[in-house]
């Protein structure tokens, strides 16, 4: 459908002039997208396009960068500390997963049920989220001091269970941080499952009562295969999400104790800006191009499907 | 990322999920015109039948309780205490962090967070942030989806896909180019460096995407006749632009203006690497760096006033934050 305001494309493309060009709007159009050409020509296609030069050069700043072939990807792959952050961030991933990933649905279909005081739950479960992650972080750390004192540790006392030592031992670090991270996201999600709750067609459930469906029956039968595919959105998010956790175990534990928290994201910091040798930038670069080509492929997939979706 | 995208700090898995609202606003919007809000539905699972039963009353009485004591405790529960402790005396904190001000109400914590650790200035390199980082973004997100979504010169095609390409660009991969980039700007070389200045944040910020994204599809679903009868009426592009397209556009221009103020609020890894100045740094940034030289009580003070802001953002416009939150329903709509 064409809306521009003069249809100059025809003749103008026979004899394209500058002059021919402005009179056309050229000028103006172009005025307008230049904001958006300028910005993501320097602070997004240039940087995608020289991360990738990058991991290939070696690279401080001071002297032309050189190029050195696959080094930088053999010395992250050669790197000891890479196994462990690959594994940490797996098993931080699947932690939130099993914490985390069914709370939400559970609470928005409960939410989605009672009749009144859905818009006061609905805000009290966000409150997480709008806390900024750096405070909610710096909070819990004090929530997790190890003293039998410590906030969590009292409440344990409560419930006659000794206190815990949370981000001091290696056992027990990640789960913190995972429980800190699920508190901080579940809000966001609990609110896209009502929202999708509510796009579930009424007439469903009246024709699974016409069947004779009980509530259960009405909640699995129809609620959870209406949700399947925010579900599953949903389940890509969050993964790409916890890929690149940073914060919590930048903040909670620097890595530690123990290097039991080192993640992906930690490491590459570690070898930008953590280095006493000054930054490595091509293996920093060369990891984030590892880490990137493997979360692509997911947020591919994830558009894909969402699209597909929104237009049916 | 949502509005992530930009700056590279890991995307949180609590900004992600706003990344679907990408799949339509102007159905949306139509839906949350009959709908005004998330609270009210035309039915569930449980039907009027089905409550008229004591078994199910009973069972939704339960239903409330858990909750109330749930949500209250996880979601309210952490704030109450930390604005307890906010004016509580260390010790007392330590030894009993449960009791009510055992010892008294030390209001004087808030007063030495503000002045002295200098938390009235980090608050205002906030908000300095926060209200660039939004500026920008408008500007940005607004001219680039009205060329994209109605000037369309020839370009816009290609445009399109080289802008949306990026969403699928996972942030982590501009970080160390994009901080070389800052370092050593392009044009104006290392001796200009936007180390320290704000515009290292506000720049790479705009260069979102999913705002682009968002906007251009809310554009793309104005009613053409209004458009074509501006133009046969002789309003020029920038006519257009200012007086008919934008003056529609308030709901979507709501929306991102939450997602860029709150992204900028709440950014930490990227102002932590391009400002490296305390002078200059922001709340998010200073925080977990003066926490070993204050005490706790007034480190708590501090953090209960880095989150008063948000809060108070959230409970004056929460219907806007929720309707933003929930966009992402507008998945499978």
Redesign the interface.
């Known amino acids: 459908?064409?809306?521009?305001?003069h249809p100059p494309?025809a003749p103008a493309s026979r004899r394209a002039t500058p002059l021919s060009w402005i009179r056309a709007?050229?000028l103006?159009?172009?005025l307008?997208?230049?904001?958006?050409?300028l910005?993501?020509a320097?602070?997004?296609?240039?940087?995608?396009v020289?991360?990738v030069v990058?991991s290939f050069q070696k690279?401080n700043?001071l002297t032309p960068a050189e190029w050195v072939g696959l080094d930088n990807f053999q010395a992250v792959l050669n790197d000891p500390l890479l196994g462990t952050a690959v594994l940490n961030t797996l098993y931080f991933a699947a932690l939130?997963l099993v914490m985390?990933f069914p709370v939400p649905i559970l609470?928005a279909?409960?939410?989605?049920?009672?009749k009144r005081?859905?818009?006061v739950?609905?805000?009290?479960?966000?409150?997480?989220?709008?806390?900024?992650?750096?405070?909610a972080v710096?909070?819990?750390k004090?929530?997790y001091?190890g003293?039998p004192?410590?906030?969590f540790n009292?409440i344990l006392g409560w419930f006659g269970i000794g206190p815990q030592p949370w981000l001091q031992s290696t056992s027990m670090a990640m789960p913190s941080l995972v429980i800190e991270?699920t508190?901080?996201?579940?809000?966001?999600?609990i609110?896209?499952?009502?929202?999708?709750?509510?796009?579930?067609p009424?007439e469903l459930?009246d024709a699974a009562?016409v069947d004779g469906a009980s509530?259960w029956r009405?909640?699995w039968h129809?609620?959870l295969p209406?949700?399947r595919?925010?579900i599953f959105?949903?389940l890509i998010?969050?993964i790409?999400?916890?890929a690149?956790?940073?914060?919590e175990p930048?903040?909670f534990t620097g890595g530690g104790p123990a290097n039991s928290t080192v993640t992906v994201?930690l490491l590459?910091?570690r070898y930008?800006?953590q280095n006493s040798l000054g930054?490595n930038?091509g293996m920093?670069?060369a990891l984030?191009?590892m880490?990137?080509g493997f979360?692509?492929v997911l947020?591919?997939v994830y558009?894909r499907l969402?699209?597909r979706?929104?237009t049916s | 990322m949502s509005a992530d995208t930009a700056a590279p700090a890991p995307v949180s898995a609590a900004t992600m999920p706003s990344s679907p609202a990408a799949a339509s606003s102007v159905p949306e919007r139509r839906r949350a015109r009959r709908k005004p809000s998330l609270t009210d539905s035309e039915r569930g699972i449980v039907s009027d039948a089905d409550r008229r039963q004591p078994r199910v009353r009973r069972a939704m009485t339960g239903v409330h309780i858990f909750l109330s004591v749930t949500l209250v405790l996880a979601g309210l529960g952490p704030l109450l205490w930390l604005a307890k402790a906010a004016v509580t005396p260390t010790q007392d904190t330590l030894r009993q962090p449960f009791a009510l001000w055992p010892n008294g109400i030390d209001w004087a914590n808030l007063s030495t967070a503000w002045s002295d650790i200098h938390i009235d200035q980090y608050f205002f390199n906030t908000i300095v942030i926060a209200a660039g980082a939004w500026a920008f973004q408008l500007v940005v997100a607004t001219t680039g989806a009205y060329t994209l979504s109605v000037l369309r010169p020839r370009y816009a095609r290609v445009l399109n896909s080289l802008v949306l390409a990026t969403l699928f660009i996972p942030s982590v991969v501009l970080l160390v180019p994009l901080y070389l980039t800052i370092v050593d700007p392009p044009l104006l070389g290392r001796d200009h460096s936007l180390l320290n200045n704000y515009l290292a944040v506000w720049l790479p910020m705009a260069a979102n995407a999913f705002n682009i994204l968002l906007v251009k599809r809310f554009f793309d679903n104005l009613p053409r006749e209004v458009i074509e009868a501006a133009q046969t009426d002789g309003a020029g592009p920038f006519r257009l632009f200012w007086s008919i397209i934008l003056p529609m556009s308030r709901p979507i221009l709501g929306v991102v203006s939450v997602f860029a103020i709150i992204a900028a609020w709440k950014d930490f890894l990227w102002p932590l690497l391009v400002l490296p100045d305390p002078a200059v740094q922001p709340l998010s940034v200073r925080l977990p760096a003066v926490q070993s030289q204050t005490e706790l009580d007034v480190f708590l003070a501090a953090l209960a006033i880095a989150t008063i802001i948000p809060i108070a953002m959230f409970l004056i416009f929460q219907r806007v934050f929720l309707r933003s939150a929930g966009l992402g329903g507008a998945v499978k709509g």
């Open positions: 459908m064409t809306t521009t305001q494309a709007g050229g103006s159009k172009l307008f997208a230049l904001p958006m050409i910005v993501f320097i602070f997004s296609w240039t940087p995608i020289r991360s990058m690279t700043l939130a985390g609470m279909v409960l939410m989605s049920e009672v005081g859905k818009g739950y609905s805000a009290l479960a966000y409150l997480p989220v709008v806390v900024p992650p750096v405070v710096l909070l819990w004090v929530f001091d003293s004192d410590g906030v009292t991270a508190w901080a996201a579940a809000g966001g999600s609110i896209i499952y009502l929202a999708a709750l509510l796009s579930v009424p459930y009562e509530i009405k909640a129809v609620t209406q949700l595919g925010v959105v949903m998010l969050q790409l999400a916890t690149q956790v940073f914060l930048f903040l994201l590459i910091y930008a800006f930054g930038y920093a670069t984030s191009v880490l990137a979360l692509a947020s591919w558009f969402t699209n979706w929104s």
